[in-house]
């Protein structure tokens, strides 16, 4: 069965300490492996595809990664405005999403 | 703004009662969504309209009663709901059904059934 697991459900860092979250994935004909950042009370907001294992993404202090079994969101340095939940979803041979349930970071001063 | 508005924000239900949530988009986009986000769950995609037909209902009860009447508009009627359906209800577009490019998504409906 096509399944998505983030870790950890919830991530707490100071400032500028880096960190990564973990995406891994086990879907038949991958199509894309998408990362979307949602704030309270607000839809989900595009960040990123990644398209084959050993592509990566970079966005500001964000950068994806991509194997065969899992994707990886880096922080880098990160302020409180990071704070959100970071969700990942694959799409499978059908083009159907498969969504993980969210990783929740808190960047504390 | 993401281009997805979605109407209303807030509502709060009793279990006999009917209403609507609507959602516009006018990015040009072709595929429209209506999912259901629950606490530390993963999101749930209930129906899918490409090019206004509905293409994909992911066994959702008859209590939830989707329209698309134009590629722009999209709404999910509401009847005698149960508790257990109290969620954020999010709408997405995106160019194409069924092709990994992004989705846009609309800021969602809290919804509360009483």
């Known amino acids: 069965e096509d399944q998505v697991t983030q870790s950890p459900e919830a991530l707490r860092l100071q400032e500028g300490e880096s960190s990564s979250l973990n995406c891994s994935y086990t879907?038949?004909?991958?199509?894309?492996l998408f990362w979307y950042r949602q704030d309270p009370g607000k839809g989900p907001e595009f960040l990123f595809t990644?398209?084959?294992?050993?592509e990566e993404k970079e966005k500001e202090r964000l950068k994806a990664t991509l194997t065969k079994k899992e994707s990886f969101l880096h922080i880098t340095a990160p302020k409180p405005e990071d704070s959100a939940t970071y969700l990942c979803?694959?799409?499978?041979?059908?083009?159907?999403?498969?969504w993980g349930a969210g990783t929740k970071l808190i960047i504390k001063p | 703004e993401t281009g997805v508005t979605q109407t209303p924000r807030h509502l709060v239900m009793g279990m006999t009662n009917k209403k609507s949530l609507k959602c516009e988009q006018h990015?040009?986009?072709?595929?429209m969504y209506w999912y259901k986000q629950s606490a530390k769950k993963p999101l749930e995609l209930m129906f899918v309209?490409?090019?206004?037909?509905?293409?994909e209902n992911n066994s959702v009860p008859s209590r939830f009663s989707p329209e698309c009447p134009n590629s722009s508009h999209l709404f999910l009627h509401l009847h005698t709901l149960q508790p257990e359906d109290s969620a954020l209800y999010l709408c997405?577009?995106?160019?194409?059904?069924?092709?990994?490019?992004?989705?846009?998504f609309g800021q969602g409906t809290r919804l509360t059934v009483v």
């Open positions: 990015l040009g986009h072709n595929a």
């Open positions: 309209y490409n090019f206004k037909e509905q293409t």
């Open positions: 990644l398209y084959s294992a050993g």
């Open positions: 879907v038949s004909g991958l199509r894309g």
């Open positions: 997405a577009s995106s160019p194409l059904d069924r092709a990994n490019t992004e989705a846009f």
């Open positions: 979803a694959a799409a499978d041979s059908n083009y159907q999403l498969i």
